[in-house]
């Protein structure tokens, strides 16, 4: 009796593993386009079709190879793939959102906007007092990410500076965007770059760039400075690979689109003509390396 009660309780187990395995799609990656509409996404597509997408962040790096290993069903990246990098050959990328980089301060700091080129001056190291950026005679502490390859740090030596290797001159280095923006939350003195997406949700105050807020609009536009696309990551090798197609195709469906309005997002397929603006974002980038 005992035997075949074991033999019982282990058919249950599979079964229930299966019927897990069948039912779950594990995404890992970008903290930022997590925070974006990753979260909504996903609960209104397992309230349409019962299938539920578990959700782990750690970094745009960390949602390219994932998926590109197969670790997971599919990821999250807020910069594009590293020319020539093993890892992430194996990984194809989708875009389903624009979301622009945007400067965070603390929410009692009077300053309001920021230039390009004081934003470069602040990374550099050359202004260090907020009196030069208009606001008290405090000490400016810049915060930045770690990881040159963290889509945050990637897309802003690309596009400000036009080079990868770019050393920035922060006070603390962060791992990641969440602990990052919750720095700044309480850092009367602190400045960041991090996704707009994500600072939103934040108690932060979003500076205007050469007089653009990071608003919905200036971003669908293209008057916005610094914006990038965020993508779903896969592997077509992932034998959950049907099920991750269909996710991708409810997130460009009008349904999906619209969640992704709603948390303030931009979706790809409203704003084509960023693809262009993009291109001339790499062009000024390179003209002022140049100069």
Known sequence: MRKIYSCLLSLTFALSTSLYAQTTLNWAGCG??????????????ERKTGIHIELEGGGAAKGIRRAGDRSVALGGSCRAKLPG???EMRTRLNPVAWDALTVIVHPDNPVENITLDQLRAVIEGHITNWKDLGGPDQPLELLARR?????VGRVLRELVFND???EFQAAKFYKSSGPLEKAVEENPNALAVTGVSSARKRNVKLLSL???????EHIRKGEYLL???LYITFNPAHPQYREVK???DFAHSRAGREIIRHTGSVPYLDALNLIRRQREQ????RELATN
């Open 210 to 216: 050469n007089g653009k807020a990071p608003d919905y």
């Open 147 to 151: 990881s040159r390859f963290s889509g």
């Open 32 to 45: 930022i386009t997590k925070k974006a509409f990753m979260a909504e996404l996903a609960a209104a597509y």
């Open 164 to 166: 990868y290797e770019k």
């Open 85 to 87: 990098v093993k890892e």
């Open 227 to 229: 914006y990038r696309p």
């Open 282 to 285: 790499w062009d000024d980038a």
């Open 246 to 248: 269909r996710f991708i």
